[in-house]
């Protein structure tokens, strides 16, 4: 059985971790508490050694066999297939059979079984085991960023350890049965190379240690160049500010739809220049005379990195017009208060006539009973990022949930369509 590390690591939360078959009573839509990024914050690393001794975690030399390999990670054989992007930016659509064979050509003999054959190194032999250099990790095989020196630790096992990926999009996992043992194996997400184990006797945050092969791993310095393989895409990538009250169903539903590269809550459009949730939630019992001239409260906003050439910005506002009620006066079902109030905040000119045209022929086809459209039209201001605990909130608690309707992505109606169709 094949699962993603989203639901991985979610899956600490609700249960024990042990092998991935024991995951299958967590909720699919769990994921990490906390994505890694360039410039994650998290810096515990190095010093946060164990004390364990080294385990059977692997076995030297002995390849893994099909038959112990539950289901094998999806490769694509199709050269027309829909380009996706991890969260943070990266290309990390399944290469083909082909590419991955012809980059496998390129590995020496102990590169290739540890990658291809799903071989492993001894222990305490890896060049990056004792690696204390900062920067990031990369597939050896199609360069994709695998883990950041900032998750580094020392678990004592002799193999590279880290408590969370790069980002999770990045690796993916698999139920491995093979030498008797229940484990769950991590692969590259981008061309399925072999990278270890993952187990659940890490440190904090994540309480996870990702067991690594060294061999599996090229590592690049904070200061080196890294090749385009190892960089985010370069793309024609929008950016577009979604206000339909409660952000966390707008991220949830956004981060699902194709073309979005990634889908952030925050706040925006106040006057505040450093806003927290607090302040947000409190900002309309403020009285008038303790406020500053020319006053304004923020809204809770999803910020939409997108790509034009996938799904065009005319699309999203469908989807976002499908999620929300854009009659209701500062509120979204029960929610109450100014920070839930509908709006678009445009990055462009285009899309500014974009949205005031896509409201107006809503209203032109009176959908919402007569009742008239309320969503604030107007150039973005400064976006201010949520608190990470606002980040990917749902999928982080899936017992809970936003009074929101199902965008056409989700709805899975008929292709994209202007509002006029």
């Not at 678990?155 to 043992?181: C, E, I, K, L």
Request: hydrophobic letters at 30%; one cysteine or more.
């Amino acid at each position: 059985m094949r699962i993603t590390i989203a639901l991985l690591l979610g899956s600490i939360l609700v249960l024990p971790f042990v092998a991935l078959g024991r995951l299958n009573a967590a909720t699919a839509g769990s994921v990490d508490a906390a994505s890694a990024r360039d410039d994650d914050p998290a810096k515990s690393t190095e010093t946060a050694e164990t004390d364990k001794t080294p385990k059977q975690d692997e076995t030297p030399k002995q390849d893994v066999s099909a038959k112990d390999r539950k289901k094998e990670p999806p490769v694509n054989d199709d050269a027309k297939a829909k380009t996706t992007y991890s969260r943070s930016g990266y290309d990390v659509t399944p290469l083909s059979r082909a590419k991955v064979e012809e980059l496998a050509k390129k590995l020496d003999p102990e590169t290739y079984r540890i990658t291809q054959k799903a071989g492993t190194e001894p222990a305490f032999c890896g060049t990056l085991l004792d690696n204390k250099k900062d920067g990031v990790y990369c597939c050896v095989v199609c360069g994709l960023p695998l883990f950041s020196s900032s998750h580094k630790f020392n678990s004592g096992t002799g193999w590279p350890s880290f408590f969370q990926p790069f980002d999770r999009d990045h690796v993916g996992g698999r139920q491995d049965n093979a030498h008797g043992m229940e484990r769950v194996e991590i692969f590259c997400e981008r061309c399925t190379a072999h990278l270890g184990h993952v187990f659940d006797d890490g440190p904090k945050p994540t309480g996870l240690r990702f067991c690594l092969n060294g061999a599996a791993l090229k590592f690049y310095g904070k200061d080196e160049v890294r090749p385009p393989e190892s960089m985010p895409a370069t793309t024609t990538a929008e950016t577009a500010y979604f206000g339909g009250g409660c952000f966390w169903g707008i991220e949830h539903y956004f981060q699902q739809a194709p073309g979005v590269i990634t889908a952030d809550s925050g706040y925006m459009q106040g006057s505040s220049d450093k806003p927290d949730y607090k302040e947000v939630c409190d900002q309309d019992s403020v009285p008038a005379s303790r406020r500053p001239e020319g006053y304004r409260p923020h809204a809770e906003v999803v910020k939409v990195v997108f790509d034009p050439k996938v799904i065009s910005y005319r699309d999203l506002l469908r989807g976002f017009f499908e999620m929300h009620d854009p009659t209701q006066m500062n509120r979204q079902g029960p929610d109450y208060g100014t920070q839930y109030r509908s709006g678009l905040y445009t990055t462009s000119d285009a899309q500014l006539a974009d949205a005031k045209a896509f409201v107006a022929e809503l209203a032109a086809k009176n959908l919402f009973n007569g009742r008239r459209i309320v969503t604030e039209i107007e150039p973005a201001k400064a976006f201010h990022a949520a608190e990470d605990y606002h980040q990917d909130y749902l999928e982080k608690h899936p017992d809970r949930g936003c009074h929101i309707g199902k965008p056409w992505w989700l709805a899975r109606a008929k292709a994209p369509a202007d509002a006029s169709r």
